[in-house]
């Protein structure tokens, strides 16, 4: 269960969400696009994901996780053949919009996976694991899609048509494993026996202080690490760094997240301070990201991996304290985890947007350090 939840993690969410920064470059030369231009086409992956967190959510809520996780994929790879198919930038920022939108109907219901089917000491590591997936996704695909995949395929467009494929072949995995899969044998009946109803859900997690919090946190932190990974591949190119070595650097920052996502996770459970851990995590990657705008490309082989843990490791436990919040549980999870990465996407969609739109980098991309 977990090894299937990891890899869909990886290959329906990961893969997707991550493959555009690297592509950028060629689809700008293509599509005669600006720095401002990729800005507004990065922010609508985010936006389109905030927009459908909540009711992708509260589908999983109602229809089971299995069935909304299984129409999420087949979405995500038509969505990804409508990005290969764009031959300008409003369709391009459509699509971009409506594959975030796809992912929305996967991600919060991939996190609840892991509330059903392990305990509670065993919670956050579970759900950093399967995480994990999402980072091992942005590795590959950062390191491998621009430099290895285009060139065999011929086009960044048929690398697209390439990962919807594979998001299919997930899909069509997914329902024939898990069809028919409820509960554990012997557990209560959980999220997909018992079927709230919308506004019931609606009012268990809009009245939750403490969900708030965790979504407000995560707007600014993943707004923050959504931004860095779609600005860092052209930052690094424009100081003049090989495109190789400068996607390689920034696969740093996923295979960073993987120990994040796992490590720290696993070191709350440990010690039983889940809270404390967020707060001190959150607080050095707030100081990693400001320390990019001193403009020193050596700190970023330091710092890029720092970010990269943290903000995994925090972004899973709030994802894991969500399934505990009182009068929220596995009932109503489907939905606290859409509304928390809701507002993650949205903050997403701000930051990226305001950056492509802070005066233009020259030459020598000295005003990207404004952006960080």
């Known amino acids: 269960m977990l090894a299937l939840v990891t890899l869909a993690h990886m290959l329906v969410v990961g893969v997707p969400w991550t493959v555009m920064p690297v592509l950028f470059t060629?689809?700008?030369?293509?599509?005669?696009?600006?720095?401002?231009?990729?800005?507004?086409?990065?922010?609508?992956?985010?936006?389109?994901?905030a927009v459908v967190a909540v009711p992708g959510g509260m589908l999983g809520d109602r229809l089971g996780f299995v069935k909304t996780i299984g129409i999420g994929c087949f979405a995500v790879a038509a969505a990804n053949v409508l990005r290969g198919l764009a031959t300008s930038l409003p369709a391009l920022t459509?699509?971009?919009?409506?594959?975030?939108?796809?992912?929305?109907?996967?991600?919060?219901?991939?996190?609840?996976?892991?509330?059903?089917?392990?305990?509670?000491r065993q919670l956050g590591l579970a759900t950093g694991?399967?995480?994990?997936?999402?980072?091992?996704?942005?590795?590959?695909?950062?390191?491998?899609?621009?430099?290895?995949?285009?060139?065999?395929?011929g086009s960044w467009r048929h690398v697209l048509f390439l990962y919807s494929l594979v998001c299919l072949v997930v899909g069509v995995v997914w329902l024939l494993v898990l069809r028919g899969r409820g509960t554990p044998q012997g557990e209560s009946p959980g999220p997909e026996t018992s079927r709230p109803g919308f506004a019931n859900s609606i009012a268990a997690v809009f009245g939750s202080r403490e969900a708030w919090l965790l979504a407000i946190g995560e707007l600014g932190l993943v707004g923050s690490f959504i931004s860095l990974n779609?600005?860092?591949?052209?930052?690094?190119?424009?100081?003049?760094l090989a495109k190789s070595l400068a996607d390689t650097m920034t696969s740093t920052l996923f295979i960073a997240s993987i120990a994040g996502a796992i490590g720290i996770p696993?070191?709350?459970?440990?010690?039983?301070?889940?809270?404390?851990?967020?707060?001190?995590?959150?607080?050095?990657?707030?100081?990693?990201?400001?320390?990019?705008?001193?403009?020193?490309?050596a700190l970023y082989w330091a710092l890029i991996p720092l970010v990269g843990a943290t903000t995994q490791g925090i972004g899973t436990l709030?994802?894991?304290?969500?399934?505990?919040?009182?009068?929220?549980?596995?009932?109503?999870?489907?939905?606290?985890?859409?509304?928390?990465?809701?507002?993650?996407n949205f903050g997403g969609f701000v930051m990226p947007a305001i950056g492509g739109n802070w005066p233009r980098p020259t030459r020598h991309g000295h005003s990207f350090s404004g952006r960080f």
């Open 26 to 49: 060629a689809a700008a030369d293509e599509l005669h696009l600006s720095i401002a231009q990729i800005g507004l086409l990065w922010s609508m992956l985010p936006i389109g994901a």
């Open 94 to 120: 459509l699509f971009m919009f409506l594959c975030g939108a796809a992912i929305a109907l996967v991600f919060p219901n991939l996190q609840r996976v892991s509330g059903v089917f392990f305990p509670r």
């Open 129 to 153: 694991v399967s995480v994990s997936g999402f980072a091992i996704g942005g590795v590959l695909t950062t390191a491998l899609s621009a430099t290895v995949v285009m060139p065999l395929t």
């Open 230 to 240: 779609g600005y860092l591949p052209v930052y690094l190119e424009s100081t003049g």
């Open 266 to 297: 696993a070191l709350a459970d440990r010690i039983g301070a889940g809270k404390v851990v967020m707060i001190v995590s959150a607080v050095i990657a707030t100081a990693a990201i400001a320390l990019f705008a001193t403009s020193v490309p």
């Open 318 to 344: 709030a994802l894991a304290h969500a399934m505990q919040i009182r009068r929220i549980g596995q009932t109503h999870a489907g939905t606290a985890l859409g509304f928390i990465g809701g507002m993650a």
